[in-house]
C-alpha cells in the first residue's frame, strides 16, 4: 500500500463521527488527570479499559491513546507550578519549571511547554507516517549486548543531570541504583531486599519514587515559607503568558533535538518510555549549552527540549507496543492488554494485516495533538490561578492527591507508605546535597543495565568480547568512551583557566553551593 | 446472545444439577485475576463473567490483583468469605508451580482453592529462529547433541512454563540447552526472532507473527494431540519426546465454598464454555477451550503438581 493511499485510510478512519468523539474525550480526559499529581492517567485507562470491550477496536485504542498522550500535556503543569510531576516522565521539567515559577514566569513557561509538546508530538508523528515498518525491524536488530551499550552511552551522557559537586551527584546515582534492586531479580529469581513483602515482589514504582522525592519533599520544604512568593510575581494577563522572542527563539533547536532523542528512544522496546526520553534530552541540551550553569535555576532549553521529547516518545512507543508487543511503560502495558482483548495480536505484521486500526490510529493522533493545542492555550490562565491558592489549603490537597494517586495504580496500601517513607528520608538527602533527579535516573537505567548485562553474558556464556565483537554495541560504547575523555579534557582545561585566574573566587563559589 | 442464552439453559436443564442453589449469587460476584487485564487468564475471566452475569442476573466483575508472583490475588481468595461471590482465574504459575519455587509462600493452592474447571488451554510449542539449522525437533535434539552447550533458549522469567517445559525437554532427551530468561513472553518472542536465541517453548499465539512474518519456524507442539490450527505441526511426543504441557486458565473458588454453589459454578460455565460462542472468542485469541469436570481438573492439577515438581527439582530450577 502505497503512503498516499494509507494516509487516505488513516483519515477516512480517524474522521469518522465515531472515533472523532472517542478522541475527543480520550485527550480531554487525558489532560484533567494529567494535570493531578500522582498517576490519574493510569487509573483512568484502567478504569475505563473494561468499559472498551464493548466497543469498535479502533475507536477504543483512539481513546485510551488520547487518554496516554493527552496526560503529557498536562503533566508537565503540575511540574512547573507545584514542582509535582503529573507524570514519571515530566520529572524532569520540575528541575528548570519550578524555578521559572518562583520567578514569575509560569506563564510563559506552560505556554512554551505546550508547544514543544505539540512539536514533539508532530515530529514523531511524521517519522511515524514515513518510517513506521522499517523502524519495527530495527528493535530486531537489537540484542541485550546493544541494550548495554546504549545506556551506558546514556548513563555517560546523562551524567551532566547532576548538579553541584560530581561526587555527590554519583552518590545520588548509586542511591537510585539500590532502590532499583528491590524486587525478584530477572535472572536468577532471587529475592532482592523485598523483606518478605509480595507488594514489593516487583519493584518499587517509579511513581512512588517521583512522587516521594519531588512532590511530598517540595510540600515539607515549601511550609513554613510565606504563601505569597510565587503568586504575587506571576502575571495573570494574557500578555504575562507569553514568552519573550528571545526565550521563544532559544527553545527552537532544543525542541528539534528533543523530538529527535523522543522518538529515537520511543521506538526501542523496553526503554521505559517517556521519562528515559526526557532525560536523555535534558542532558543533551546541558552539555551542548554554552551556559550550562543556568540548567537548574529557569533555563528554557531545560523545559522545552524535555517536553517535546517526552511527547515525541509517548507517540513513537507505539511502534513496539503494536509491532512487538513489549510496552515501554505501564501505561503503554494497558493499551496493549487493550488490543489484546479485542483479539488483535501484536506483531510485525500489524501495519499490513489490520491497516485501518495502524494508520486510523496514527491519524488520530494529530488530531488529538491539534484538540489538545487548542484546549490549553486558553486553559494556562486557569491554571496558573492554582499559585494563588492559599498554601493553607493547598499543601493537604496536594498530599491527599498524591495517596489517592498512588493507591489507584495497584491499590496498594504498601505504596501509599512507601512513599511517605522515602519522602521522609529523600527530604534528609536532599537538605545534604543529594540530586532527586540523579536518584530518578539511577532509578530508571540501573535495571535495565544490568538485566541487560547478564543477559548478554549469558548468551555469550559469559564472554566479555560479545560487546565489542557486535557492532551496534561496539559503536555505542566507542561513542561513550569518547565523551568521557572529551568531558575530562574539558573539565582538565577548565580547572587550570580557573586556576590561572583568582583562586578566590572559586572558593567563594564553593562556599555558596 | 438469545442463542447463547438458550443453549445455556437447555444445557442447564439435560445437565445433571441436582440441587440449585436457590439463594445464589444474592450480590455481584468477583472473579479475582492475578495478571494485568489484556493477559489471557484476563480475557478468559472477563469473557466468563461477561457470560455469567448474564446467566445470573447479578453483576461479574473482573478484580486485577497484580503483584508478587500472584501472591496477592491468591491470599485475597484464600481469605475471602467462601459464599462464591469471590472467585479465581488462576494459571498453572500460580497454583502450581509457586510452592516449589519459592520459600515462603503465603497460600496453599492445594488446600486453599476448590478446582472448579479449567477454561482455556493456549498450546506451547517448540519454535527456532529461521536461521536456526535444523528444521524438526528430532533435528533440533540431534544438534544440541552433537553441539553441546551451544544451544540456548529464551523464556518468559524465572519459574514461568517458557522456562519449566524446555528445562523438561532437557531432561527427556539429555541435552543441555542453555536458558535465557527476559521479561515477559513478548521480548522472549522479539528475543528469538533477532536470533539472540535459537530456540524457545512459547505460546503458539506469541510467536504465531512471527512465523508469518518469516522470522521464525515451528518445530513441535509441546500437547497431547495436534491442534486444528496448525494439522500439519507435529507433536513433540511423535518426536519421541514425552513431554505436554498448556498454558492453561482455570476457575477457582475458596475451598470451604458448599458443595451446592460449586456444583452450580461448574455447570453454568462448562455449558456457556461448549457452545460455538465461547470456542470463536477464545479461537480468536489462540486459546482453545477446556471445559472440564471439576473432579477431571483435580486430578490433572494432582499430575501436573508431580511432573513439574520433578521437572523443578531435576532441572535445579531455584529462586536462590
Redesign the interface.
Given at each position: 500500500m502505497g503512503l498516499l493511499e494509507s494516509l487516505q485510510l488513516g483519515f477516512a478512519t480517524a474522521l469518522t463521527m465515531e472515533n472523532l468523539l472517542y478522541c475527543l474525550l480520550g485527550v480531554t480526559v487525558g489532560m484533567v488527570v494529567g494535570v493531578l499529581p500522582g498517576v490519574g492517567h493510569l487509573a483512568a485507562i484502567s478504569l475505563l479499559m473494561p468499559l472498551t470491550f464493548h466497543v469498535p477496536t479502533t475507536a477504543a485504542l483512539v481513546m485510551l491513546a488520547g487518554i496516554y498522550y493527552g496526560a503529557q500535556y498536562g503533566g508537565s503543569i503540575a511540574s512547573i507550578l507545584l514542582n509535582l510531576p503529573g507524570t514519571a516522565s515530566s520529572a524532569v521539567l520540575c528541575l528548570d519549571g519550578y524555578p521559572m515559577t518562583q520567578q514569575g514566569r509560569a506563564g510563559p513557561a506552560l505556554l512554551i511547554t505546550t508547544i514543544a509538546s505539540f512539536f514533539g508530538s508532530c515530529v514523531a508523528i511524521l517519522v511515524l507516517v514515513l518510517l513506521a515498518p522499517p523502524l519495527a525491524q530495527l528493535a530486531l536488530a537489537f540484542h541485550s549486548a546493544d541494550y548495554f551499550a546504549m545506556m551506558i552511552l546514556g548513563l555517560v551522557a546523562a551524567g551532566s543531570v547532576a548538579s553541584g559537586k560530581p561526587l555527590i551527584g554519583l552518590a545520588s546515582v548509586l542511591i537510585g541504583l539500590i532502590l532499583a534492586l528491590i524486587g525478584i531479580d530477572l535472572n536468577t529469581g532471587a529475592m532482592r531486599f523485598t523483606f518478605g513483602v509480595p507488594e514489593l515482589f516487583e519493584g518499587l514504582s517509579i511513581i512512588v519514587l517521583a512522587m516521594a522525592l519531588f512532590g511530598v519533599v517540595e510540600v515539607i520544604s515549601s511550609i513554613g515559607q510565606p504563601s505569597t512568593g510565587a503568586a504575587a510575581k506571576t502575571r495573570i494577563t494574557f500578555r504575562g503568558l507569553l514568552p519573550s522572542r528571545a526565550e521563544f527563539r532559544e527553545s527552537l533547536a532544543p525542541m528539534l533535538r528533543g523530538a529527535g532523542v523522543g522518538t529515537g528512544i520511543g521506538v526501542l522496546p523496553g526503554t521505559g518510555g517517556g521519562s528515559m526520553a526526557s532525560f536523555m534530552a535534558y542532558a543533551v541540551e546541558k552539555r551542548r549549552s554554552r551556559t550550562p550553569e543556568r540548567f537548574g535555576k529557569g533555563a528554557i532549553p531545560g523545559i522545552s527540549a524535555p517536553e517535546s521529547a517526552n511527547n515525541a516518545a509517548a507517540q513513537s512507543a507505539f511502534v513496539p507496543t503494536l509491532t512487538l508487543g513489549i510496552p515501554g511503560d505501564a501505561i503503554m502495558a494497558l493499551m496493549l492488554g487493550a488490543l489484546l482483548i479485542h483479539g488483535i495480536q501484536p506483531g510485525p505484521r500489524v501495519v499490513t494485516d489490520s491497516p485501518d486500526l495502524f494508520w486510523g490510529l496514527i491519524v488520530s493522533f494529530l488530531i488529538g495533538n491539534l484538540i489538545l493545542l487548542v484546549l490549553n492555550i486558553p486553559l494556562i490562565q486557569i491554571w496558573v490561578r492554582i499559585l494563588q491558592i492559599p498554601y493553607r489549603y493547598l499543601f493537604p490537597s496536594i498530599i491527599l492527591l498524591i495517596c489517592l494517586g498512588v493507591y489507584s495504580v495497584s491499590r496498594s496500601p504498601v505504596d501509599v507508605m512507601l512513599v511517605a517513607g522515602l519522602a521522609g528520608a529523600g527530604y534528609l538527602l536532599i537538605r545534604l546535597g543529594f540530586d532527586p533527579a540523579a536518584m530518578l535516573l539511577g532509578f530508571i537505567l540501573g535495571p535495565m543495565i544490568e538485566e541487560n548485562m547478564r543477559r548478554a553474558l549469558r548468551v555469550s556464556r559469559g564472554d566479555f568480547m560479545i560487546f565489542l565483537e557486535r557492532p551496534i554495541s561496539a559503536g555505542f560504547l566507542t561513542l561513550a568512551l569518547l565523551m568521557l575523555l572529551w568531558t575530562g579534557y574539558t573539565a582538565l582545561r577548565a580547572r587550570r583557566r580557573a586556576d590561572a585566574e583568582t583562586t578566590d573566587t572559586a572558593d567563594t563559589e564553593d562556599q555558596t553551593r | 446472545m438469545t442463542r447463547k442464552l438458550a443453549t445455556a439453559l437447555g444445557a442447564l436443564m439435560v445437565g445433571a444439577t441436582p440441587a440449585l442453589a436457590d439463594d445464589w449469587p444474592t450480590q455481584t460476584v468477583t472473579i479475582i485475576v492475578p495478571y494485568?487485564?489484556?493477559?489471557i487468564a484476563?480475557?478468559a475471566a472477563?469473557t466468563v463473567g461477561?457470560a455469567m452475569s448474564r446467566e445470573w442476573g447479578q453483576e461479574v466483575v473482573?478484580d486485577?490483583?497484580?503483584?508478587?508472583?500472584g501472591?496477592?490475588a491468591a491470599?485475597a481468595v484464600a481469605r475471602a468469605d467462601p459464599d462464591g461471590h469471590t472467585l479465581f482465574v488462576a494459571d498453572a504459575g500460580v497454583n502450581v508451580v509457586n510452592p516449589f519455587?519459592f520459600d515462603?509462600v503465603?497460600y496453599d493452592p492445594e488446600a486453599d482453592f476448590r478446582p472448579i474447571t479449567m477454561i482455556s488451554d493456549t498450546p506451547l510449542v517448540l519454535s527456532a529462529n529461521v536461521d536456526a539449522p535444523f528444521d524438526t525437533t528430532e533435528e533440533f535434539v540431534e544438534y544440541a547433541i552433537e553441539n553441546p552447550?551451544e544451544l540456548?533458549f529464551g523464556s518468559a522469567?524465572?519459574?514461568s512454563l517458557n522456562h519449566i517445559v524446555p528445562e523438561w525437554i532437557n531432561l527427556e532427551a539429555g541435552i543441555d540447552v542453555?536458558h535465557?530468561?527476559?521479561?515477559?513472553g513478548?521480548?522472549a518472542?522479539?528475543?528469538l526472532?533477532?536470533?539472540?536465541?535459537e530456540v524457545g517453548v512459547l505460546a503458539l499465539?506469541?510467536v504465531?507473527?512471527?512465523v508469518?512474518?518469516g522470522?521464525v519456524k515451528l518445530l513441535g507442539l509441546a500437547r497431547e494431540d495436534r491442534v486444528g490450527s496448525h494439522p500439519d505441526l507435529p507433536t513433540l511426543m511423535e518426536a519421541g519426546i514425552d513431554v505436554a504441557a498448556g498454558q492453561w486458565a482455570g476457575l477457582f473458588a475458596p475451598s470451604a465454598v458448599s458443595d451446592e454453589i460449586a456444583e452450580q459454578i461448574e455447570a453454568d460455565v462448562t455449558a456457556f464454555l461448549e457452545t460455538d460462542d465461547a470456542a470463536e472468542?477464545f479461537g480468536?485469541?489462540?486459546a482453545i477451550v477446556s471445559p472440564m469436570s471439576s473432579s477431571d481438573f483435580a486430578e490433572l492439577l494432582e499430575e501436573l503438581r508431580d511432573q513439574y515438581s520433578g521437572v523443578i527439582e531435576g532441572a535445579g530450577?531455584?529462586?536462590?
Open positions: - | 494485568a487485564p489484556g493477559g484476563d480475557i472477563r461477561d473482573v486485577n490483583r497484580t503483584g508478587g508472583a501472591f496477592v491470599t519455587l515462603d503465603p552447550g540456548s522469567g524465572i519459574g542453555e535465557i530468561p527476559y521479561d515477559g513478548a521480548p518472542a522479539t528475543a526472532a533477532s536470533g539472540e536465541v499465539s506469541s504465531g507473527p512471527y508469518d512474518s522470522e472468542t480468536e485469541r489462540g530450577i531455584t529462586p536462590d
